[in-house]
């Protein structure tokens, strides 16, 4: 069973930059998509950017879109996700979370494996 491990999250002022990272416990063989989901307090857990095994396609969610970019570096198991311009309503935990096959499944219950989480809070 893979295990994931977030770490990065922090404090940050509205116009900072995080950098979060996923390590994955084992080699992730085939096809698979890697992705960040978020949760605020009273809020369901929604998509933020996954990336795809397969020539590490990306997609991102419309209000990250152009401000975070997700990465992946297979020799370290771990993907990224590098967020710029940070704004108060990107606060919440981030998690990160895989399945096998394609990144189509936006949803977090289409996803089998997560971490624990990583806080980001962003103030005004």
């Known amino acids: 069973q893979v295990e994931l491990a977030e770490s990065g999250g922090g404090s940050v002022q509205a116009g900072g930059s995080l950098m979060l990272s996923c390590e994955a416990s084992?080699?992730?063989?085939?096809?698979?998509?890697m992705a960040w989901f978020r949760q605020a307090p009273g809020n369901k857990r929604e998509m933020v950017a996954r990336i795809w095994s397969v020539r590490d396609m990306t997609y991102y969610d419309h209000p990250v879109k152009d401000r975070f970019t997700i990465s992946r570096d297979n020799a370290k198991n771990t993907i990224y996700l590098q967020m710029n311009d940070l704004k108060p309503e990107d606060t919440a935990m981030y998690y990160c979370a895989l399945r096998g096959g394609t990144c189509t499944a936006v949803s977090a219950p289409n996803y089998d494996t997560w971490g624990h989480g990583t806080q980001v809070t962003v103030s005004s």
């Open positions: 084992q080699v992730i063989t085939n096809n698979n998509c």
